[in-house]
Nanobody
Framework: EVRLAESGGGSVQSGGSLRLSCEIS????????LGWFRQLPEKEREGVAVLGTDGDTRYATSVKGRFTISRDSATNNLFLQMNNLTPEDTGKYFC???????????????????????WGPGTQVDVSS
């Protein structure tokens, strides 16, 4: 069973930066997609950034150029570097894993697709103006 645990959330002023971490444990399979999602106040959960085992990364338009997804191959941990944060980035951020590379995009990683998958419990990010 794959388990995900996010950390690094907190409060920051507009223009500031945060680095989220996702500790990953369990058997991941050889091909999979990792990603970050967020749930903004009164909105649906949305994909932010994804990283496949093929090394391909993709970002939501709203964060492109400000957020960077990366991974530590030695520990399998996943990171999200968030720069130039705005109050519109306030929300709960979740780590995501799903087997396979099909649909490894911020728009398509959410659904289970009847594949092994996992969500972390989330970490809160608050950006004040």
């Amino acid at each position: 069973e794959v388990r995900l645990a996010e950390s690094g959330g907190g409060s920051v002023q507009s223009g500031g930066s945060l680095r989220l971490s996702c500790e990953i444990s369990g058997f991941l399979y050889s091909s999979y997609c990792l990603g970050w999602f967020r749930q903004l106040p009164e909105k649906e959960r949305e994909g932010v950034a994804v990283l496949g085992t093929d090394g391909d990364t993709r970002y939501a338009t709203s964060v492109k150029g400000r957020f960077t997804i990366s991974r530590d191959s030695a520990t399998n941990n996943l990171f999200l570097q968030m720069n130039n944060l705005t109050p519109e980035d306030t929300g709960k951020y979740f780590c995501r894993w799903r087997v396979g590379l099909a649909g490894c995009t911020p728009e398509s990683l959410g659904p289970d697709r009847n594949l092994p998958n996992a969500w972390g419990p989330g970490t809160q990010v608050d950006v004040s103006s």
